[in-house]
C-alpha cells in the first residue's frame, strides 16, 4: 500500500514567521468574494522564508545558486528520514545523532530530521526561541556526506540561544556554502516512518530569489 503524507504547513492570515525586520508576517486575505464580486479571489503578502519552505544557496551566499537556477530533479529525491523526536526543547542534533542512523544516507538524498517541533509549536511564542537545531559538525557531516538537501520539522535550524549574534547564520552558511538546500518548517513526519521514502519539494518558482514557500509531500510505501 503506497500513501502520500503531505509534511506542509497550511498558510494563513497573521501566521509568525522568524523575528527579523526582513521578514513580514503573513497577510492573507480575500480581496473577491461570492457576495460581492461574484468569485472568491485571495491575495496573499508573506516573506520567502515563512511556514515549510526551501532555502536556496543565494540566501546566504551571494553567488550561490538561486532558487530557478537550480536543477530541478533537486527538488523530487530519496529523503532519508530520521527520528530526533526525543530531543525536545533547544535539543541539539549532534554529528554522533546524524552518523548513528547515517548509514543508509547516499549521495544526492536529502537528510530530514524529525523532531516534532513544528507539530507542538507552530504559532506558538516561543516556536523560534526554543527550538531544537543543528550543530556545526552535524551540518559539516552533511556536506560531507554530499546529500542534497536537509529538512527539518522546526522553523530555523540554529541554534536559539545564538540568535541576534554573528554565528546567528553559522548553519545556515556551512549548509547553503556546501550547495545544499534547506528545507524548514515541515509539519506531520510522525506519519512518515525511518529510513528511504521518495520526497517531493515543490517550491514556487519565484524568478531569481533566495527562497519560496513550498509544498512537500513524501511517498510512503507500507
Ligand atoms: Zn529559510
Known amino acids: 500500500m503506497e500513501k502520500i503524507i503531505d509534511v506542509s504547513l497550511s498558510f494563513y492570515d497573521g501566521q509568525k514567521t522568524y523575528p527579523s525586520p526582513t521578514h513580514v508576517e503573513t497577510e492573507l486575505e480575500f480581496t473577491g468574494s461570492h457576495d460581492k464580486e461574484g468569485m472568491a479571489v485571495s491575495t496573499l503578502k508573506t516573506s520567502t522564508h515563512t511556514g515549510t519552505h526551501i532555502d536556496s544557496p543565494f ?22 528520514v530520521m527520528n530526533f523526536s526525543d530531543k525536545g526543547v533547544k535539543g541539539a542534533i549532534t554529528e ?40 556545526p559538525e552535524a551540518a559539516q557531516w552533511l556536506v560531507d556526506k554530499e546529500v542534497s ?24 552558511q556551512i549548509l547553503l556554502g556546501g550547495g545544499l538546500i534547506i528545507i524548514e518548517g515541515l509539519t506531520n513526519l510522525k506519519e512518515v516512518p525511518e529510513g528511504r521514502h521518495e520526497i517531493f519539494a515543490l517550491p514556487l518558482k519565484l524568478k531569481e530569489r533566495d ?12
Open 149 to 172: 538537501g536537509y529538512g527539518i520539522d522546526a522553523g530555523n535550524i540554529e541554534n536559539p540561544d545564538l540568535m541576534n549574534t554573528e554565528k546567528a547564520a553559522q548553519i545556515h
Open 211 to 222: 527562497g519560496a514557500p513550498a509544498r512537500v509531500m513524501i511517498r510512503v510505501t507500507e
Open 59 to 80: 540566501h546566504f551566499v551571494a553567488e550561490g545558486k538561486k532558487l530557478d537556477e537550480l536543477d530541478p530533479a533537486r527538488f523530487i529525491r530519496t529523503a532519508v
Open 96 to 135: 554522533e545523532d546524524l552518523a548513528s542512523k547515517g548509514e543508509i544516507v547516499e549521495p544526492g538524498d536529502i537528510v530530514i530530521t524529525r523532531t516534532d517541533w513544528t507539530d507542538k509549536k507552530e504559532g506558538a511564542e516561543d516556536f523560534f526561541s526554543h527550538s531544537p537545531y543543528l550543530t
